[in-house]
C-alpha cells in the first residue's frame, strides 16, 4: 500500500506555479520522497526526490517540511506539456540496508494546466 | 536513442493463448523490472532483476515468467492468457547504487488486450 495522500486532482493555469501537496505522516528516517509523473500513454518519468532537505533540479523543486510529514513538488512555471498524473513515493534508497526497488505507486494527483 | 524499449507496442490476443513482451536497456543498468497498469490506472510492480537475478516477485501468477538472458534485456512471457490480464504493461531499469539516485528509466508499455 501506498505511504502518502495526495489530492485527486488540481488545475493551474500555464505559465504559473504548480504546487502539488503530499502527506507522508508514517514516513521514517531513512525513507526518500520521490516524485515521478506520468503523462498520458507514457511510462512514468522521474522527477526529483529528497531526504530532508529541499531540492530543485531542472525539472522542479521539491519542498519538504521539517518534520518530514509532508512536501510540495513545485513546477515554477508550468506549461500545456505538464499535464500528468505526478505520484509522490517514500521509500528506503536502493542499495542501502533495508533499501528497497520497489516503487510503490498510489493514485497519484491528475494536474491539468489550463491555457 | 532510447533508453528502454519494449516490443510490441500494442498485442491483441485470444484468451488461452501464450505471448512475450521483450524489454531492452541501453543505459548499462543492472536492475530491471515490470509493472501492471490496470484499467483503474494502478500501477503495480511484478517482477524485479538484478543482475539476472530475480529479486522481487510479487504474488504474480506463475503463468508470467520473467526471463533475463543477460543485463539489458528482461523479457515477460505470459501463458494461458485470461481477460483479467489485460493491462498496460511497463519496463523500467535502474542502478542499484547505495546512496545513489537509484531513478527508474520507464519503457513506452506495451498494450495487451485479452479477447
Known amino acids: 500500500d501506498a505511504k502518502t495522500t495526495q489530492p485527486t486532482s488540481m488545475d493551474c493555469a500555464e505559465g504559473r506555479a504548480a504546487n502539488l501537496p503530499c502527506n507522508h505522516s508514517?514516513?521514517?528516517?531513512?525513507?526518500?520522497v520521490y516524485w515521478y509523473r506520468q503523462i498520458h500513454s507514457q511510462g512514468p518519468q522521474y522527477i526529483i526526490h529528497?531526504?530532508?532537505n529541499n531540492e530543485t533540479n531542472e525539472m522542479a523543486s521539491l519542498i519538504i517540511t521539517e518534520d518530514r510529514k509532508s512536501s510540495t513538488l513545485i513546477l515554477p512555471h508550468a506549461t500545456l506539456r505538464d499535464t500528468a498524473v505526478y505520484y509522490c513515493?517514500?521509500?528506503?534508497?536502493?542499495?542501502?540496508?533495508?533499501?528497497?526497488?520497489?516503487?510503490?505507486f498510489g493514485k497519484g494527483t491528475k494536474l491539468t494546466v489550463n491555457p | 536513442d532510447t533508453a528502454v524499449s519494449q516490443t510490441p507496442k500494442y498485442l491483441v490476443t485470444q484468451m488461452g493463448n501464450d505471448k512475450s513482451i521483450k524489454c531492452e536497456q541501453n543505459l548499462g543498468h543492472d536492475t530491471m523490472y515490470w509493472y501492471k497498469q490496470d484499467s483503474k490506472k494502478f500501477l503495480k510492480i511484478m517482477f524485479s532483476y538484478n543482475n539476472k537475478e530475480l529479486i522481487i516477485n510479487e504474488t504474480v501468477p506463475n503463468r508470467f515468467s520473467p526471463k533475463s538472458p543477460d543485463k539489458a534485456h528482461l523479457n515477460l512471457h505470459i501463458n494461458s492468457l485470461e481477460l483479467g490480464d489485460s493491462a498496460v504493461y511497463f519496463c523500467a531499469s535502474s542502478l542499484r547504487l547505495a546512496g545513489s539516485y537509484n531513478e527508474q528509466f520507464f519503457g513506452p508499455g506495451t498494450r495487451l488486450t485479452v479477447l
Open positions: 513515493i517514500v521509500r528506503v534508497a536502493p542499495g542501502t540496508q533495508g533499501g528497497s526497488e520497489k516503487l510503490v
Open positions: 508514517t514516513i521514517s528516517g531513512n525513507e526518500y
Open positions: 529528497g531526504l530532508k
